[in-house]
């Protein structure tokens, strides 16, 4: 019985760390489940504007309506009743200013001043701070119960060494394990394991404080598949937006291209017979390096077979042989000295020289270097020479163009079109758009289809160029003479949904976005046109639209 009485004991020390009114079971919710920092937002036809409660302070985002930019370098002023304050910028269209009386609970009607140097604006709005938020305990605030601690403390130390002592007197060898467990959690000091959820008595009271901004404040998706975006958030995914711009759209029809060289700005340099390849004087150009125009790229040693060379070697043996028997002839003229035909002179003489000559081509087709030059200036695109490699007679060995003048050529397959279109637009793989001008129409069908060519306009010079490579694909958007109504967005704001139809988002409130699914087509020039589930000043978002996917 005495054996059992120290683990009661044990139980009931243990079991006085929680009190009345007071069940350590499940954990609370996190915040962000729980509810959003006291908030009010407005909106205007220039501006929209959210406004949080934050420990006192009014944070307030101002941004353009239209694109959700933040607007940067405004006034802001909020008046509700008798108080007036003044927001300070932060940056990133972030206006920051005292609550004073607005922080109490309740119901808040505000005003909102927003002046730029070009607009000025009024917005209302509502701040609804709720009743019954919880403060932090101090040590004034402590509860009645938790004085008493030390008293209970007391009692148990005392029962612990009366059964002690009753055990070892019982039985002098015996080991009281238990009791001394109990002495040892008598005497524990109380602290924040024995504090109950809410009243953290060892930290000071700043650290207990949960700030009321972080309830929330995280991008979140509702059931029915709109999402909650709050401020902060969509400045960090970067989201801006684009009303639909309703009108009269021309129809289109896409091609498949791809990037080729201008003919009067391009060459290649081929071996003109079979040799190997030397290295000129600096060695062999980089690729993407410039070259001008008459430069040698290499030098070509030409490559004999034997028939040729054997049949070299008999000719000039042959030449030999003629060589020596015109010079006897030569030497013997003039050895008559004026008595010698001057006509069989000049024709002997002539005779010889004509033979060195050939003697000496045929000679120098066993050691001549034939230089490859650059047809016109340009950039390598293209090397297929190393020093030593034998190439054939009509082998490309370099090719050279202006990266300045490029075109696209494209097959169409419905002869319809040929004559109808009046623009186009590119796209390449990765997005970037190109604007094109129609050169001209082939007459000849090239695997069913008629060839287009277009030459790609140079963008202007503070925009970045894309890199384009010959033979790269493109997709080509030509816009024909006929149109028909739609609402026109940027391209990039269509994404493709889980069963692979088209899906934008569209912004409903300063930080509620909905999917909406539509029916678009390619309009060229980075623009779509939505024939169904839009309505015109819709904003949809195009920067960041594809993050939102990302939301759970």
Known sequence: MWRAAPLGLVLLATSAAGHEGHDHGPPSPPLAVQGLAPRASAESRDFELVAVLDQGRLTVYVDDHATG??????SLEVESGPFRAVGAHGGQGVYRLDAGPLAAPGRHDLVFTVQTPTIADLLPATLEVPTGAATPLTADASPVWYASVPLLQGAVVLLALCVLFLLVRRDRRATPPAALVLCLLALWPPGPAGAHEGHDHGAPAKATAAPVAAAGEAAQRQPDGALFVPKPVQRLLGLRTVPAEPGEWPDTFTLT????ADPNASALVQAPLRGRIELPEGGLPQLGAWVRQGQILARLAPILDAVDHTTLQAELAQIDGRIAIVSRNLERLRQLGINAPRQDLEQTDAELASLVTRRKAISDRFSERLPLTAPVSGV???????????????????????????????????????????????RTADGQELRLTPLGTGYELRGHALPIQFRIEPRPADTHAPYLAVRQPLTVVAQMHHGSSGLRIPARALQKAADGTDQVWVRTQPEQFRPQRVEARDLGGGFSVVTRGLTAGDRVVTDGASLLFQVR
């Open 69 to 74: 930019a933040p607007v940067e370098n405004a």
């Open 257 to 260: 291209g791809h990037v080729v």
């Open 380 to 426: 390598l695109a293209l090397r297929n020479a190393s020093p030593g490699q034998i190439v054939a007679g009509g082998d490309t060995l370099f090719t050279l163009l202006d990266p300045q003048r490029l075109w696209v050529e494209a097959l169409l397959y419905d002869t319809d079109h040929a004559s109808h279109f009046t623009a186009a637009s590119a």
